[in-house]
Antibody, heavy 121, light 108 residues
Framework: QVQLVESGGGLVKPGGSLRISCAAS????????MSWIRQAPGKGLEWVSYSDSGTTVNYADSVKGRFTVSRDNAKNSLYLQMNSLRAEDTAVYYC???????????????WGKGTTVTVSS | SYVLTQPPSVSVAPGQTARIPCGGNNIGSKSVHWYQQKPGQVPVLVVYDDSDRPSGIPERFSGSNSGNTATLTISRVEAGDEADYYCQVWDTSSDHPVFGGGTKLTVL
């Protein structure tokens, strides 16, 4: 079945780095845009970054210049390299698959269970 | 960046109809999608493209979108519908998805 499994979360000090991963299965990964979406404790959903099926990427202003999204279609995997981490980056990070909606406006139809990133000294 | 506004909370008695609004400038010209997130769980898509339901989502969940407000309607509300609900659109100016702040649905 279609599945996304995140890994790599943990505790990191402010200013540190972390790389999280998302392993996809059950669908042709290379055909889909993929996003990272985060949720800080007790807060709402915040889109972080997406990677299209090729080389196009985009980032939220809050992470631009610090985070880098990449993918390995041969390994069916999505990654997020997070540098210069701040306390406000503390969140559950979800990997999600895009689906093209009406008018070419995407929505996310499959979500992973998330991986927790905690930035604290 | 495009802004979506949701009320923090909505309360409804079991068996009644819950309506959760999502406001945005001329949101009627966009496609609106809705996610349900129960406590401690992953978000689940419940409505896409304003009013379509993914397979497995009960017919009690419906959506509408016009003018400056989109609405998620849950008919015959059950205790199990208690959750946070988020609307989402694609911001064409910045080319990325945008989420509303979320609405906590309480079943009285």
């Amino acid at each position: 079945q279609v599945q996304l499994v995140e890994s790599g979360g943990g505790l990191v000090k402010p200013g540190g780095s972390l790389r999280i991963s998302c392993a996809a299965s059950g669908f042709t990964f290379s055909d889909y845009y993929m996003s990272w979406i985060r949720q800080a404790p007790g807060k709402g959903l915040e889109w972080v970054s997406y990677s299209d099926s090729g080389t196009t990427v985009n980032y939220a202003d809050s992470v631009k210049g610090r985070f880098t999204v990449s993918r390995d279609n041969a390994k069916n995997s999505l990654y997020l390299q997070m540098n210069s981490l701040r306390a406000e980056d503390t969140a559950v990070y979800y990997c999600a698959r895009h689906q093209v909606g009406a008018g070419d406006f995407d929505y996310m139809d499959v979500w992973g269970k998330g991986t927790t990133v905690t930035v604290s000294s | 960046s495009y802004v979506l506004t949701q009320p923090p909370s909505v309360s409804v008695a079991p068996g009644q109809t819950a309506r959760i609004p999502c406001g945005g400038n001329n949101i009627g010209s966009k496609s609106v999608h809705w996610y349900q997130q129960k406590p401690g769980q992953v978000p689940v898509l419940v409505v896409y493209d304003d009013s379509d339901r993914p397979s497995g989502i009960p017919e009690r969940f419906s959506g509408s979108n016009s003018g400056n407000t989109a609405t998620l309607t849950i008919s015959r509300v059950e205790a199990g519908d208690e959750a946070d609900y988020y609307c989402q659109v694609w911001d064409t100016s910045s080319d990325h998805p945008v989420f509303g702040g979320g609405t906590k649905l309480t079943v009285l």
